[in-house]
């Protein structure tokens, strides 16, 4: 094989009393596509950026094609022909797609032949990798598939040879990951060298030639990609075996619990997200919605929960209405029993800079139970909290650290164990593994199932098809704001994967 | 022509009374725009009036007085950017320290070095920046109109009025055609992406503070040595807040920023003009309304004709190294 783009000799770093890379060691090919691999908090971004310079390692060689370097600054490694693609864009939003390009590769003092010169350059790049983007384009005007794509202009247009992804996919709808995919493979041919970190193991299986796991801090394994499997990697992600598919018996449905009927929701543009959907969610039982993302579910969520409003229809909760249309609002809900585990945590599940003991409370904080007079009852929220912690098995278990402390699992399981614990009659649940690692994951399945085996009524709304699968007793696909199929659980992926593109709600109208 | 001659007047002292706030507010400019709130405008600008005021009076030079005025201006200036950059505090706590301590410095110094009750002795001559002359000003005052226009309204300022107006092009040039107004502009924005550019955020920021401080210097000499004889107690009267209000209702741009200033500027100039005078219609108006009439107008145009005004968005967070 090719000789060895970038070698990380012994690298260790330490925040702290937290040790975030113990002696790593990595050696990346050159002209492949090398993943890395591991949970939430599992050092890859760190060890990536060190890299790039962003950190200084605490002790370790770095060496690129052979040669030792030093990199402590990112122009160092711009330099070194090593160019990174963050996880959060490192673009200016009201630049245009040439001022960012540019921005730091100027050249000479004044802008106007340097723009000219990153103009024709950044044709060429388009050309060769076709990336077309419009130079004059304002960013934040862009949908992020294509900001993705200015920021690898950028590190193309500054000679980048080796080229780092962090989590690249998280913010992409599956057409722009499978198009990011295309180019990364563009890269590949013409020499590049791609290092992609994510923790998603279908990616790795889908694009790279090479697999490195990390966990905790550690290199665990590397792998040629064709020859192990997703289950291998899995297991050697957490150290030890994951159930990808959950156990459960068979669902006994009892009475309706939640019943929709004629939903009309528009979003805040005034766009109707939600046409006249009706659906039943029975005592006992799982319904998922399926579908990709952007077709009315979390409208859908939003207004079977009461954070907003419905043009029309009707929602009866335990047989009585509740006035969606109207004053009904998440708290009135939330005191007939229907608890909502919302899509986005850190938008509308948790306040971050609150004490977990203070999120764990959070929207039940006026309840009789968490009052002593005229004050709240901390002592009872700590213990309630610290309750929770050991149950749900949330880390560190302390419920005064600041909630932004804990990883994207924990604070998941945070939300839940809040929701949960309240005992309510419907759960509902949007994408409660969204950016959750493995393990996390299969906790958070197992404490669903176990709800519905309590005889509560669950909806859960994912773009996770594999989740919805495993964990669904009826699937509900929606496209375009209708529900346009019912299937079993035991429904072909294939099966479903038509009917969320629409294909057999076209031919139907057809 | 009686009505045009009051308006020249009112123009001309419109040109005059708008200068520092115009200076002042290209000041903040360049600050905010590199995402470092400043409130503490008003006090580097009374801090260069004194330095300038006492320099001037000491030296009998003007340009002395300049220097003065830019160099302490700029080490308060300095300050700030170390209490906001390095040491990543609180921006407005700052700011408003700044504004504290210039307000106490000024008279205290000023009264134990001159003895006048906290002000600087009068200057005369070359301890001031006169008026300036353009060439042929006096043949074409008697040219109707356009004569009068030249001669009255753009003619006869000190030199620091141009240099004021020549900085409006010039930093929408600095700001939108230069490698640093490219930088500048990001920072304020997206330190992040100027830090993995391979940029330093934290040397960025201070040179976009020091040219807060040389602005907020020469305004502050404008105000002592060419609009007044000399420094006077709290002299700035609230202009660096002003100035503020006109950078948000310019959104942070150079042009309109001149022409909010200018507003402000009529403004203030129609309210000592019409002092005194009654008003058709309304008839007598009370002296402290008409002088609160800026600030009126002021609150009411930024709470409704603005429209929204997005400042620069890593304005006054400072910038720490994710992990």
Known sequence: MAEAAIELIGINKSFGPVRANRDINLEVKRGTIHGIIGENGAGKSTLMSILYGFYQADSGDIRVAGQPVTINTPNDAIAKGIGMVHQHFMLVQNFSVLENVILGME??????????????????????????????????????GLQQRVEILKALYRGADILILDEPTGVLTPAEADHLFRILGQ????????????????????????????RQGTMVATRTTSETSVEELAELMVGRRVLLHVEKGEAKPGEIKLSVRNLTVRDSRGVTMVKGVSFDVRAGEIVGIAGVAGNGQSE????VSGIRRAVSGTVMLEGSPVDVTGAAGPGDLRDRGLAHVPEDRHYMGLILPFEEYENSILGYHDEPQYQKGLFLDIDKARTEAAQQIEKYDIRPPNPRLKTANFSGGNQQKIVLAREMEQDP?????????????????????????????????????????????SLSDRILVMFDGRIVGERGPDAGEGELGLLMAGVEAKEAAE | ?????????????????????????????????????????????????FASGAAAAVSGSAWVGLAAAILVSVFLALVHGFASITSRGNQIVSGVAINFVAAGATIILGQAWFSQGGRTPLLTGDGRFGALNLPFAAELRDVPIIGQIYSELLSGHSLLVYFAFFMVPFTWWVLFRTRFGLRLRAVGENPAAVDTAGISVAWLRYRAVICTGILTGVAGTYLALAQNAGFVKDMTAGKGFIALAALIFAKWRPVPAMFACLLFGFLDALSIRLQGSPLPLIGKVPVQFMQALPYILTVILLAGFIGKAIP????????VKER
């Open chain 1, 300 to 303: 859908l969520l939003e207004a």
């Open chain 1, 425 to 469: 009659t419907v759960l509902i649940v949007g994408q409660p593994t969204r950016g959750v690692d493995v393990g996390a994951i299969e906790f958070i399945h197992k404490r669903l199932i176990a709800m519905r085996d309590q005889g509560k009524a669950v909806l859960l709304v994912s773009v996770e098809l594999d989740e919805i699968r």
């Open chain 1, 107 to 144: 050249g000479e003092p004044l802008l106007n032949a340097s723009i000219a010169k990153a103009r024709s350059e950044l044709e060429r790049l388009e050309r060769e990798y076709g990336l077309e983007v419009d130079p004059d384009a304002i960013i934040e005007e862009l949908p992020v």
């Open chain 2, 312 to 319: 620069p968005r890593a304005g006054g967070v400072p910038y």
């Open chain 2, 1 to 49: 022509m009686d009505f045009f001659n009051v308006l020249i007047l009112v123009l001309d002292s419109t040109v005059r009374l708008s200068v520092p706030l115009l200076l002042a507010c290209l000041a903040g400019l360049y600050s905010e725009r590199s995402g470092i709130f400043d409130i503490g405008l008003e006090g580097k600008m009374l801090a260069g009036a």
């Open chain 1, 187 to 214: 890269l590949k041919d013409e020499g590049k060298t791609v290092v992609l970190i994510t923790h998603k193991l279908r990616e790795i299986m889908a694009i790279t030639d090479t697999v490195s796991v990390m």
